[in-house]
Structures are given as C-alpha cells and as structure tokens.
C-alpha cells in the first residue's frame, strides 16, 4: 500500500509543481526519445544481414596481398574461385555476383531506372535464403534469358499484373522473362538487389569482349572481377578450409605470376572468408559490392546515447534535489513515524521511475513528431515494413527504466539518509554543502558532454568546408555532368552535339568512366620486356576532356588526338622518371599479341575527381575508342549559370523521349555527395548538440536554484551588510563558474582527439583550430552566467525580513 | 514509564565541546502531564529528541517501561518509536503534497494496520478535531491552527503512549494557543500522557508537573497545575 503513497506524492508532486516538474520532464522526454532513437539506430546497425536462414554459415571471400608491390584488399575475388570452393565438402553452396550498374529497364507498361540488378549463377538462391512469392528456386535461371525480380520492382514495372512470363527489357534491347518474384531485401542487407540477371549472360558479354583472351581470364587467379559468396555446411571449420585451400592452389598461382611477369614472382595473392554479417560493420575491402559503414560512428553513437541517458538521469536528480528543504522535511517526518531507510530509497527511486513514465509517454510523442527528420538524418526508414514495423517496446521499456533507476539512486541515497534527528536540528545544515559537490559534479558532466558534442559539431563543420573548398585540380565550379547519357544508345551522339551548340556550354566531352567510382588501375611497363611495372589508374576519355575541365599540360600537350595517345598525371610522370614527353609505355600480358602500346603526349597536375577521402595515385589519361562504352556527358558551362544549364539540359533529355530518368549534377555537387555519410553524421552532431545544450542548461538551471535555496539567507545578509548585487552574486556562484569550466576545460582534449580520430578518413585535413572550441566553451558560460544572473535577481528583488 | 539515570548530551563541534545536557534523573508516569520549561538553549528540545528516541544520548541511561533503551539499534528504536511515540512541533511539518487525510493516515502506512482498520482510524480522528469537511483540502492553504490540529490528529493516529510537542504552540495567536492547550489537556484526561517543551508560562501552566531546566540542569520541579 505504500507504493500507492509513493506514487500518489509523485503525482501531487508533478501537479502542484507544475513548472519545477515541466523542466523535469522536458529534460526526461528529450533525453528518453533521444536514446531510443541512437539506441535502435545502433541496433540497426548490429542487425546488418543477420535476418537470412543460418547468416553464422555464411561468408564472402576476400583477397588480400600483393600483386606488383600494391597492397590488395579487395572484396573482389577471380572467377574460378566459386567452382574450385564447391569442390570442397564443407561448402554447401557458392555462387559468384557481378554488379551491373545502373541500367533503365523497361517492361510493356513502365520504365523505371534501375541500379540494384545482379548477374548471379543459380546457386545465388540456395546461398541468400529468399521467399519466392510467385515463381520459385527450383526453377531458376534455365535458359540465360530469365530474370527473378523483387517485390517492388514487380510493384514498379508492372503495378497489380502478374509478372510471371512477361518480358523486361534491360538498357538497350537486352531482352529477359520474369520467371520469380521474390519479397524485397530488407534495409539491413548490405547487398541490395530487385534484379539477378544469370551470370552466364555476363560471361558471354565479356567473351564478347574479351575475344580470345576470355577463356584465359575466367581461369587466371589474378583476374578479380566478382564477388564470391558461400554458404558452408553447419559446423565446417572455415579456418581449415581457407589453409588447405592455399595450399592446394598455390603451385598454380606461381605458374601463372611466373607466366605474366617472365618468370619473376610479382605477386602474392590468398583468399579469405568473410561472415557475411560482419561485412557491412567491420569490412574495410576495397571495391565494395554494397552498404558498409564506419564502425567508429556507430560505436560513438553508442557512447552518445550511453553519454544522454547519463546526462538526463543526472538532470533529474539535480532537479530533485534542487528542492531539497522540501523534500528532506518528507523525509524526516517519514522517518519520524516509523518510515526505515529502505522504505524513502524505495520512495524515491520509484518516484523517479514513475516520472520516467510520465516522460516516456511525451518521449513517445516527440519520437513520432521527430521520425520524418531522423529518418532524414540517419538515412534509415525507422520502422518500415522489411526492418522494424514499430518501436522496440522492451528495449524502450529498458531504456526508460534505466533512466528511472539511474535518476533516482542519488535522491534516495541523499534522502533516506535523513534521520527523523534532522528535523529537530534543522536539515538546511545536512542538504547545504556535501550535496554542491555532487550537484556540482553532474553539472560539471552535463557541461563536458555539451561542449563535446558541439565542439564535435563544429570541427566537423570546419572540417567539411575546408575538403568542400579545397581546390581538386579543375575547374569543379564551371563543369557538370549529363549522367545516364550512355543509355541514350545513338541518341547520345545527337544529345552531345545539341548540348555542344547550346549558347551556355563552353564544350562537352565524353566520359568513359564514373566520377567517384572506382576506376581500372592497370599494370604499365616501360620496356617491352615488362621489368619494370608500374600500376596506374586508366581514364579512358575523349579529346575534349582536358579543355571541358579546364585543365592545361605542365608539359608537353593535354591534346589526345587519337588511339594510342596518353597523358599522364604529375605522380605518374616521376614514377617513370625524366623527359616522358614522347615515350612510350606498355600493358602488360601474358601474350605477346595482348600487349598494348602508348605514346605519352603530355603530363597535366594531379586532378581529384573522387574528393578528398581518397588518396591520389599514378594515373594514366588514354584516348577511348568506340569500343569503350559511353557513361556519361561531362558539361563545360558559363561561370556561375549551372542552374539555368541544368534547365536546359532537362529541356533536351525530355526531347530524346527515351523514358530514362533525367539526372544532371553539377560538379560542385557532386563532390559535396562525396562527403553525404559525413555531413549527415554532422548534421546528426548539430541536432545532438543543440539537445545536449537544452539538457546541460537544464541541469544548470537545478544547479542555480539549489544553491540559491540553501544560501539565500548569506545572500540577504550580504545584501543588507551592504555588499553591491553583483559582488555577492560573485561570491556565492564562483563555485558553481568552477564546475561549468572544469566541464568545459575537460571537453577539449577528448572533443580534439575525437576530431583528430575522425578527420584521418580524410586526405587532406583542416587543422582543428581555436574556433571549434571557443564558441561552444563560450556558449556554455555565457547560458551559465544567464541563469545564475536571472535566478539571482529574481531571489534578491524578493527577499523580505520574514523569510528569516 | 519514562526514567533517566545521569543522562548527558554532549556537542562536539571541531575542538570546541558543549555539555547541552548534564546528569538528567527524571521520571514521567504512565497518564502524567510534564512540562519541560526554560529558556532558549536550556536544552529542552535536545531532552525531547533523546526521549523520543530520535537522538542518543552521549552517557546515562533511558528506560521505557522497565527496558533499557539507550544502547539499542537504530532499528529497535525506530521500531518504538513507530509503536509508542509521537511528536508535535512547532514547524508543524505536514507534508504538502499529501492531503489532510493522507497527512493523518501517514504513520499508519508504516504499521501492518488493514486499509480498512487505516480509514476507521483515520475517520475517527477527522471527526474528533472536527476536520471531516477538510479531509481533502491541502494543509497549505490553512492557517497555523488547522494545521496544527491536523498534525495532533496525524500524532495520535498510531495510538500513541506518550506524546511529545516541541513548542507546538509557537506560532499561535494567543487565543488558538489556549484552545489547543484545551485539547491536549483533554487528550491528557482521556488518560495519553504528554510531554511538552515550552518556554511560554501559560503553556505551561497546563502541565501536572513542571520540570524547569537551565543550562542543560534540572533545576526545579513543581508540580502545581497553574
């Protein structure tokens, strides 16, 4: 029955304080919605490919090593890999995935534009467990014209129809049969597919390709071009599995290193297995098929969330305890008749767990007001059909119970220390000083994680700005960038010459490889005998590049007149030493008729394409032939008019009527999209910034009121003895400036050698400087002196004789 | 019910020692009304705290009904305290954020009583001081008087054997001051047995006995009512 008590006191207490519990709970229902949105975020994280049948069984393979004194960490694998795995009993099942890229597809009723298609042996449905709600596994892939397709996709081309039999056309005219449909692949996989193709159609398009030297690539160890996926009988030691497969492959890998290179060993190649759901978390590969992340983020924003709960739970308790006098004659009188210590702990803790309640229900109501813009910010549909259909309620429960705990340990330890002696001899002396340190402490905590979380905020700000304004090499503020113009199959040519003849481009070229994405790097040789190899990135472009770009050669001349010209970036040129201008350099094969010969025409600086989070190499700039597919149409325009280029550009495409998707950026753009993870992360920083402040300020406001309700008499007699307002407001608060700085003052090394830890994934960094710190720090004293000058005055224009 | 043998209270602050009480010998009867009078700092109120068994003493002895309490535990003297006594101070000390019932009912939430057996109580002592139509008022919107009584009936809602008030009277009016006087006196009738502290000469006057204290030293007892 005295639980009811409790709670009736708790809830009076609520009511009759109404503005003491308002802060009390804003500070609660920030910190509670707060948490529950970083803590499923992180547990969204943790839940990355764990939903497929016997996730533990399965990995990826990895290649790591050297080929040609680089370091290899790709998460591609060779060809042969999958068929030579299956060999082996542990594996149940491999299947070998190439990504296609974005494609527009069509089928007799819709277009849409597509990039989540795979080309996938059939195995790929044994591997990735998948619900088939119309067609089934069992008949994949007969013929290489099939297609299975997700949900959504179905949903897209062909809205309420059946797809089953109907056909769907792939960029061009590559014609296929929906033969499945299967449920669509939750947010957290890290492989996203709506489409897979049959991997046989890919090996026919690089026989194509490739001509004779296809059979000779399909075989070679060296080749990495797909992605491996198994899946392995339960219990297979996987660790065995990768040794004994070394072993048996590592005369044939020396043959062929011995082959390319005659016979010198340049390379050393092993294989390893990946579980699949620590790819997306803790995968660092190069050439990544889907969605990986920085653990580093989310392991901070398990601090964060660990870091708010700390923080609210503190705001309360100084809160409460801020109304000590109050609370402390409950106590005493309670004790008076017979109340033991376990009961007032038990009284407060529930108390605080009851409030925690209150909160949550306004927690609630500020998590639904707030989902569009975390939803926004982590760039996760919280709560959506394939991960989540609502809130996790125990984990919300947990959260909140943990806050109502961890609230009320410290006002029950204060309070059911009061004997019912303290009534007769007066509890001001008991709840006065050894409360401020404590009180102070929390505030001091409060403030450190408020000026962390800002400072982290703006050095991140800085440091954006600074990658964002640093110059990359070209003209990024006049170029933009037609995408999908290599869709537009012969149209592409007209397309280019419209948007050459347009009053506001200055010149058009014609890209052959993705800005951003990872490009070829190649081996190059310069002697005919291939002793001494270099690796460079390709960039295969037209004539025009240099001048769209407005880029000129540091020597010689950027022109590219025709197949078998190059020009070579500054890195490149001191590889291969003096006077390149007129040299030439080779391919390396194993063939002699395979071997490739270029004239070097030029050598042009060091030009970033891909932003500042990648670091330069040796690149090499060859004149494409038509046999290299178009990508895309790279825009000179006229200083500072990219959005009326824009609107022309999109007054064209529409004119083509190919039912592709229009989508022109600008470079500027483009490589601000570089940094999205970051500045959503930072945007992430600001909001949690601008909480933590709220938070950090209500735990001051506690703090103020504490000190002026047990120290108003001092405040009086100074007041009366003469000593000016300002003076005694001095005097009784330069304690609490001291917590305030201490909590900025601590801030600043772990806020710097976070930014530190954080700015290595850039090559370039902004050295954090004074100004990330003095603001936050600034704010912080500024609030500080704000609320102890507004509760002072308010307690001295008050104060009267009979208050003593 | 109540004796002290040499009872002394020492305040110890820093270096500086003070005897506040020295070699007390009283003893109060079962249905006695006492009154400890003095000035300020005669040390009545510290008398008080060690008789009710909310403060200890640093020598001597305290019995109630031929057991020696002074040397128990903290648990043992909270428990008779909860069963045997009750207090009334000057301060009040109602808890504002409980009701006039839920004030009365308070000590009865730390005894095993039924709810039942709480609200007949409970019940009984609003109708006895007359407070029934106050029952779900706050104590602070009233005025000293009230609350007073709401704090004897909160007193004697664990039926106490003694009762203690610690200048209950002052912050009365001079006329509210001989009306609770009036109520304790009868309570005294009834057969509870009181003990007050006081500094105020008409409060008392009430008492069957008066036990003058100076200085932390009995020095007078007369018992003359008036």
Redesign the interface.
């Known amino acids: ?2 639980i009811l ?1 409790y709670i ?2 708790s809830l ?2 609520l009511f ?1 304080h109404r503005g003491f519990s308002l802060l009390t709970l804003l500070g609660l229902s920030v910190g509670i919605a707060m948490s529950i949105f970083v803590l499923e975020y992180v547990f969204f994280q943790f839940s990355f490919d764990k939903h497929f049948d016997r996730y533990q069984d399965m990995y990826r393979v990895v290649t790591s090593g050297n080929m040609e004194n680089e370091q290899v960490d790709a998460a591609l694998s060779p060809m042969v890999l999958a068929s030579r795995l299956k060999q082996y009993p542990e594996v149940e099942s491999a299947t070998r995935i190439v990504d296609v890229g974005e494609v527009p597809v069509r089928s007799d009723f819709a277009s849409s534009y597509e990039s989540e298609i795979l080309y996938a042996d059939s195995a790929f449905f044994d591997v990735f467990s998948t619900s088939f709600l119309l067609g089934g596994p069992q008949k994949t892939f007969p013929d290489s014209s099939c297609v299975i397709i997700s949900r959504a996709a179905a949903s897209r081309l062909f809205g309420d129809r059946n797809p089953i039999g109907q056909e769907l056309r792939f960029d061009q005219d590559d014609t296929y049969i929906v033969k499945g449909v299967f449920e669509d692949v939750p947010q957290n996989s890290h492989l996203q597919y709506d489409f897979v193709l049959p991997f046989s159609v890919m090996e026919q398009q690089l026989r194509n390709y490739y001509g004779d030297s296809f059979s000779r690539m399909i075989e070679s160890w060296f080749s990495l071009v797909c992605y491996v996926y198994v899946k392995m009988e339960p219990g297979a030691d996987v660790h065995k599995l990768e040794g004994a497969f070394a072993d048996e492959i590592k005369a044939e890998m020396e043959e062929e290193d011995m082959a390319i290179f005659s016979g010198e060993r340049k390379t050393n190649l092993h294989f390893s297995f990946q579980p699949l759901h620590h790819i997306y978390l803790f995968s660092s590969q190069d050439f990544e098929i889907g969605k990986t992340t920085n653990k580093a983020y989310v392991f901070i924003f398990l601090g964060v969330a660990f870091f708010i709960l700390l923080v609210t739970a503190f705001n309360f308790m100084n809160l409460t305890t801020a109304r000590a006098l ?1 609370r402390a ?2 106590a ?9 210590r376990f ?1 007032l702990a038990g009284q407060f803790i529930s108390e605080a767990v009851l409030f925690s309640l209150v909160a949550l229900f306004f927690g609630l109501v500020l998590v639904e007001l707030l989902l569009p813009v975390f939803n926004k910010l982590f760039l996760v549909e919280f709560f959506d059909r394939s991960y989540r259909q609502s809130l996790d309620f125990p984990l919300v429960l947990t959260v909140t119970l943990a806050v109502g705990l961890l609230s009320g340990i410290y006002p029950a330890f204060v309070f059911s220390r009061i ?3 303290h ?3 007066g509890y001001r002396r008991f709840s006065a000083y050894p409360g401020l340190w404590v009180r102070g402490l929390l505030v001091m905590t409060q403030v450190f994680v408020a000026v962390f979380v800002s400072t982290a905020a703006v050095g991140m700000y800085r440091q954006l700005s600074y990658v964002n304004k640093k110059d990359p090499g070209f003209d990024i503020d006049q170029v933009g960038i037609l995408e999908r113009a290599g869709h537009l199959g012969s149209k592409s040519e007209t397309m280019y010459r419209e948007i050459e003849n347009l009053d506001i481009t200055e010149d058009v070229s014609r890209l052959y490889f993705k800005p951003g994405e990872p490009v070829t790097i190649m081996s190059f040789s310069n002697t005919e005998d291939s002793s001494q190899l270099f690796l460079f990135e390709v960039y295969p472009v037209d004539s025009s590049f240099f001048h769209t770009i407005g880029v000129k050669a540091e020597k010689g001349t950027e022109h590219l007149f025709g197949s078998g010209d190059i020009v070579v970036n500054r890195q490149a040129a001191q590889m291969l030493g003096n006077d390149v201008i007129g040299r030439k350099i080779y391919t390396v094969a194993r063939e002699a008729g395979d071997r490739m010969e270029f004239g070097i025409q030029g050598v042009v600086p060091d030009i970033h394409f891909s932003g500042w989070k990648h670091s330069l190499r040796p690149a090499v700039y060859i004149y494409a032939g038509p046999e290299e597919k178009l990508t895309s149409l790279l825009i000179r325009f006229k200083k500072g008019q990219w959005p009326q280029t824009h609107q022309l550009l999109n007054d064209l495409w529409g004119q083509s009527k190919t039912g592709i998707p229009f989508k022109a950026v600008s470079f500027r753009q483009k490589n601000r999209d570089f940094y999205s993870e970051d500045y959503r992360y930072m945007s992430l920083a600001w909001a949690f910034a601008v909480l933590v402040i709220i938070i950090a300020t209500l735990g001051m406001t506690g703090l103020v009121s504490f000190l002026l309700a047990t120290r108003q008499q001092e405040l009086y007699l100074r007041k009366i003895t003469g000593f000016p307002d300002f003076h005694n407001i001095r005097i009784l608060f330069s304690g609490f400036f001291l917590f305030v700085l201490l909590g900025v003052l601590m801030a600043f090394p772990v806020s710097g050698s976070m930014l530190s830890d954080w700015s290595q994934a850039f090559v370039v960094r902004y050295e954090v400087d004074y100004f990330c710190f003095v603001l936050p720090a600034l704010l912080m004293l500024l609030l500080a002196g704000v609320l102890v000058f507004l509760g002072a005055r308010r307690l001295l224009n008050k104060i009267s004789l009979h208050q003593f | 019910m109540i004796h002290t043998r040499n009872l002394q209270k020492l305040f110890r602050r820093g270096n500086n020692e003070k005897y506040v009480l020295r070699n007390i010998n009283i003893d109060i009867e079962e249905g006695e009304y006492v009154v400890f009078a003095g000035p300020s700092g005669s040390g009545k ?1 510290t008398l ?2 060690l008789l009710g068994l ?2 200890i003493p640093s020598s001597g002895e305290i019995w109630f009904r031929e057991q020696e309490i002074t040397g128990l535990s903290e ?1 043992k003297r ?2 008779i ?3 045997h006594i009750a ?1 009334l ?1 000057e301060e009040i ?6 009701n006039v019932y ?1 004030n009365i009912e ?2 009865l ?3 095993p009583d039924s ?1 039942k057996e709480r609200r007949r109580k409970v019940e009984e002592l609003l109708d006895r001081f007359r407070l029934t139509h106050l029952r779900k008022q ?1 104590p602070g919107k009233f005025g000293d008087f009230v609350q007073q009584k709401v704090a004897l009936a ?1 007193a004697l809602s ?1 039926s106490p054997d003694i009762l203690y008030g ?1 200048e209950p009277t002052g912050r009365l009016s001079s006329g509210e001051k001989e009306e609770f006087m009036e109520l304790l006196r009868q309570l005294n009738e009834e057969g509870h047995t009181i003990a007050l502290a006081t500094h105020s000469r008409e409060a008392a006057r009430h008492g069957q006995r008066i036990i003058q204290l100076f200085d932390g030293h009995v020095v007078t007892t007369s018992s003359d009512r008036g």
């Not at chain 2, 000390?93 to 409980?98: K, T």
Request: glycine content about 6%.
């Open positions: 029955m005295r008590n009736k006191i009076r207490t009759l109050d004659r409950e005493g009188v309670r004790r008076l008749f017979g109340a033991r009961h004997k019912a002696f009534l007769q001899s | 109120t008080l705290g909310v403060d648990r909270n428990r305290r909860r069963d207090f101070f000390h109602l808890i504002d954020e409980l839920e308070l000590p939430l730390y005894m709810r706050y909160r664990c610690d």
